[in-house]
């Protein structure tokens, strides 16, 4: 679906979480949300903390998953997906903290593993995605599923693709700052939640969203992946979607 402008396509995401959270409210059910970090989803978070302040919508029965974080990453680091994550969204809701998964950029090398095993189980023990946001990065990654992941992969640590961490240098004041590993959930996570919304704004994603949309299946892509999926929307504006 394409838009004249990211505000108006976020505004419409936004309105379809908050639908789903009330819908699960009424049926006394959770509300399990799998989110995204970067600037595509910020206007959504926005326009989610308006609705809690403006029309009260309430976030008691919602639990979160995060899709990644850097490796190594301290939660108080300023560049971290946690900090982002509460300074964009959490801070502003009510919802519970227990409620809150985001992957632990701290974990030891050696417990890892484990870790991201555990992870996995704790969206599968609470019934799995009931919507999974994303964006895209220009290597086709979704979470940090750089180029090469495989259709079935869960939560692990991967090595960040060179474009990933130069596209990241300026949050970082240079791309030597920028951390060369991250924990992800795992394409095989992501097709398993029920419905899956991706964000996609500006020229500098035309391109990864034409072969997104249109190229072949492919892990050189990891996005292609999407196509196999049965309830997935890509949300463009004009620019995004000026190479389809
Ligand atoms: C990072 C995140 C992705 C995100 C991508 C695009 O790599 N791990 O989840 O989709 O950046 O970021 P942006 O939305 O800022 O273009």
Redo the contacts with the bound molecule.
């Keep these: 679906e394409v838009f004249e402008n990211s505000y108006q396509a976020s505004a419409l995401v936004a309105e379809e979480i908050a639908q789903l959270i009330k819908d699960k409210q009424e049926k006394g059910e959770n509300c399990v949300l799998g989110l ?6 910020i206007k959504v978070y926005e326009e989610l903390v308006r609705m809690h302040r403006e029309e009260g919508l309430s976030f008691s029965n919602v639990i979160t998953f995060n ?2 974080e850097y490796y190594p990453m301290s939660k108080d680091n300023h560049q971290s997906y946690h900090y982002f994550m509460h300074q964009h969204l959490f801070d502003h809701i009510d919802i519970k903290p227990e409620n809150v998964h985001i992957p632990d950029g701290k974990v030891l090398l050696d417990e890892v593993h484990q870790y991201c095993i555990d992870y996995e189980m704790k969206i599968k023990e609470h019934g799995g995605l009931d919507f999974q946001l ?4 220009r290597t086709g ?4 599923n750089e180029p090469g992941s495989h259709y079935n992969s869960g939560t692990r640590i991967i090595t960040l693709d060179h474009l ?1 961490r130069s ?2 240098a300026s949050d970082f004041n240079g791309i030597e700052n920028v951390p060369k590993r ?1 924990i ?1 959930m795992g394409i095989g996570t992501i097709l398993k939640a029920k419905r899956i919304v991706l964000l996609g704004w500006g020229h500098k ?1 035309a391109e990864i969203i034409k072969d997104t949309v249109e190229g072949e299946i492919t892990s050189n892509v990891p996005a292609t992946y999407l196509q196999q999926h049965k309830n997935t929307t890509f949300i463009l504006d004009y620019e995004a979607a000026s190479e389809l």
């Design positions: 995204a970090t970067g600037s595509s989803p899709l990644d994303l964006g895209i990065g990654h979704v979470g940090f990933t596209d990241a991250a992800t994603k």
